[in-house]
């Protein structure tokens, strides 16, 4: 197995293990556990192992450790890299970088308190901020993986260039407004609701009595329906040319995200549902990344010169 092959490997691992920990992650917020070791950070109540920990120090002390790996990786992953190709190179350094705007947002969160029972608009911003950076760092973790792959000769295709950026930002903001509505299902939950019911909850949450929080619920479906079917669009333009694995399993996640995002709002957005739903939003996201970086004429055609060049000077080990 070659060098390159190995390294690939260790990419795609790695960036399952970062969405294990995204996941992770949510369910902090959503078990309230956010305030686990107070306001120390890196510190757990000032300890570096915090003695007799309730479960939510347990909770949050376990994402912390679990995250400290990710640089770890993240470190291995920059080392490995400059014996790959330089893009590849390039693309670790971006993983490992936004790894530290991970680590000093969440910082941000436990030294302001912005956690567990927070409901400010402080915390609401920093919460999208976190998310739009999660997707920058799982989008250069994909990177990585996918230009380290041995290059080889693969049919043009029309991209959609316009309708990919769009889609793009659309899936950014769709997420950003996600963590926004997620951040309020968690402090202000409500019980599922049906039909009629359903249609009164939404008309009840618009009024200005309610927290802001729970008035911003309902952007987060309109944003969603618009991305989906500019998303769709895309896949559906690509697979009119080429049916790659790539774009059919696009297409796929988009259905199921829809279908994740109405039994969310159906089921009053239990935590299980939420992590489902997050987790069919980061697989979605990747999928179209790495879409763009397959039929965008720049990114394609240098990405298979240089995992071509990289794949002559690799050695069989």
Known sequence: MSRTVRFQRFAWAFLAYLLVVILFGAWVRISGSGDGCGSHWPTCHGEVLPPAPETKTVIEFTHRLTSGLCGLFGLLLVGWARRISRPVFLASLATLFFLLVEAFIGAVLVKKQ??????????????????????????????????????????????????????????????????????????????????GDLLAKVRSDLSASHHFLVRLRILHPVIAVAAAALVLGVFGRLLRSDRRPLFRWGASLVAAEVVLGVGNVWLAAPGWMQILHLLAAQALWIAVWLTTLEVWPTAASAAANWSGTAASRQPAA
Do not use: C, E, K
């Open 114 to 195: 912005l956690v567990a029972g927070d409901a400010s608009v402080s915390r609401a911003v920093v919460i999208a901020l976190h998310l739009t950076n999660t997707m920058l760092l799982t989008a250069s973790a994909a990177t990585a993986a996918w230009w380290a792959a041995p290059g080889g000769s693969r049919r043009r295709l029309p991209a959609p260039q316009g309708l990919l950026a769009a889609a793009l930002a659309m899936l950014v903001l769709t997420n950003m407004s996600g963590a926004v509505t997620a951040l309020g299902d968690t402090l202000f939950p409500i019980q599922p609701a049906f039909g």
